[in-house]
Structure formats: structure tokens, C-alpha cells
């Protein structure tokens, strides 16, 4: 079993070394998402939790003090944040730094990599609402695992153990990083044959995934940095976002 928070840790101990002079250009804390933006001019995003926003007129302390800032202070909020938005803006530092492999295969839609077949039980942990159609189309029996009942009905306890327990693919969003159930999830399946890790907020870094099942990355590296920032700032979410960000496929050897 993994510790809580074990992912982000050996996330920030593969890039903290990479962070040397570089700092931070621009950041944007939006409603869907934050963007960072370093120096070297390098942009990273990753999603803000909404519903995990702390109450209160001062949700982050040190605004004013980002920009001009080292990019390794951000990024220390991998493992020192005390909040899902403290670790967003660490998670989109560290995205910032990542260089997707030059062969990673892109642009193609996650669950073409599934080649899930008719009766096969699919655990999608967190509502990914435009791949639901897609998935039930294959013949694959669906069931949604989200924290959030304004998105959806939620199962109990017990049932999510279940499902995830059974389940032969499992579907698990990156945001689970932000809210540090990542390991918890893991922990819970049974014996799936795949288990992909998806959405923007992916850390494309297939080795701080060694010794879990992990058998897929789906992320984004961002293609237009400026478009990318204005539309974090006014607010925008993922569709908005989406022909601004290639997206990135990495199938990893187990």
C-alpha cells in the first residue's frame, strides 16, 4: 500500500533539481484551472478543486508575491501544501517543468488506447462526461465513482469499494492528486488489466508511477501559452482550453 501523498513526492524529488534559476514569469488561479508560466517559457496548467476552495476573503496569503518568485517555492507546494489549490499551483509548476517524451503518441482520445470489449467492467473515478457515451458504445458496463453530488448520484462506501475491486479497467482523474485519494483508489482495485490516469492535470513522468498499475497517462502540454493564461483568467474550463493544449498519450511498460 502507498502512503497519501506519495505520487506528488516523488514527482517533487524528480524535478526539484530542474528548477535551478528559472522563475516564474506570470500565474493565474482561475475558476477551472491555474496556470504557471516560468521563464524559460514554459507553461503548465492544472485544474483548481472548486468545491475544496478554503472559505474566506483570503484564499491564498501570498498573492502579490508569485511572479518574480523561484519557480522551486511553487513547486515545494507538491508536498508542503495545505490546500488542493496550494498543491494545483505546485502540480502546475511541476507540469510546467515536464518534457513530454519526443515519441509520446498524441491528439488520439484516451480510450482508443482501452480496446475495451463488450461486458468488461469500467471504474471511472471522477465523471469524465464526454467519454461516458464512448465507453458505453463498446459494450463495456460503466460505473461513475465521483465525490462531488452535484455532478452525480454518489454510490456508498461499500459500492465504490466494489466496483473498484471488479472492475477490469479502471479510469481514475489526475485531480485525485489534488485531493490526495490517488493512492487510497490505487489501493482499492483488485486485478485490473488497465488502469489509466487522465485529464490536463496529468504529470506526464511515467516513472513516479513504478509499483502501481498504472498502465496509461493521458495529459496535455500547453500549445499556446498566452491564449491559455486569458482563458485560465476569464474563468474557462477544459472545452474552452481544449484547441489550445496537445494532448498527450504515454503507454507505459509494466
Not at 524529488?13 to 514569469?25: G, P
Not at 471504474?123 to 465525490?147: D, H, N, Q, Y
Amino acid at each position: 500500500m502507498l502512503e497519501s501523498g506519495t505520487i506528488l513526492n516523488r514527482l517533487y524529488e524528480r524535478l526539484e533539481s530542474s528548477t535551478k534559476n528559472i522563475k516564474v514569469a506570470d500565474l493565474r488561479i482561475g475558476l477551472g484551472y491555474v496556470g504557471v508560466r516560468l521563464d524559460n517559457d514554459s507553461t503548465g496548467i492544472a485544474a483548481v478543486l472548486f468545491d475544496a476552495l478554503p472559505h474566506g476573503c483570503t484564499v491564498m496569503p501570498t498573492a502579490g508575491s508569485f511572479a518574480g518568485s523561484l519557480a522551486s517555492v511553487l513547486l515545494k507546494y507538491l508536498v508542503d501544501g495545505k490546500n488542493p489549490p496550494e498543491i494545483a499551483l505546485g502540480l502546475a509548476c511541476a507540469n510546467a517543468l515536464i518534457k513530454p517524451p519526443i515519441d509520446s503518441d498524441e491528439n488520439k482520445e484516451a480510450t482508443t488506447y482501452l480496446n475495451l470489449q463488450p461486458g468488461e467492467k469500467v471504474a471511472m473515478v471522477g465523471l469524465f462526461s464526454p467519454l461516458v457515451e464512448r465507453i458505453r458504445a463498446t459494450g463495456a458496463i460503466l460505473t461513475v465513482i465521483e465525490k462531488n453530488p452535484q455532478r452525480l448520484e454518489l454510490l456508498s462506501p461499500e459500492a465504490k469499494q466494489q466496483v473498484l475491486k471488479d472492475c477490469d479497467v479502471a479510469i481514475i482523474t489526475a485531480t485525485t492528486l489534488l485531493n490526495n485519494t490517488f493512492e487510497e483508489t490505487i489501493d482499492l482495485l483488485g486485478k485490473p488489466r488497465s488502469v489509466a490516469v487522465l485529464g490536463p492535470s496529468t504529470p506526464l513522468v511515467p516513472e513516479i508511477f513504478h509499483n502501481t498499475p498504472v498502465t496509461h497517462l493521458g495529459g496535455a502540454a500547453v500549445a499556446d501559452a498566452e491564449r491559455v493564461m486569458q482563458i485560465i483568467s476569464e474563468g474557462g474550463g477544459t472545452p474552452a482550453l481544449r484547441p489550445y493544449l496537445r494532448f498527450v498519450n504515454l503507454i507505459m511498460n509494466q
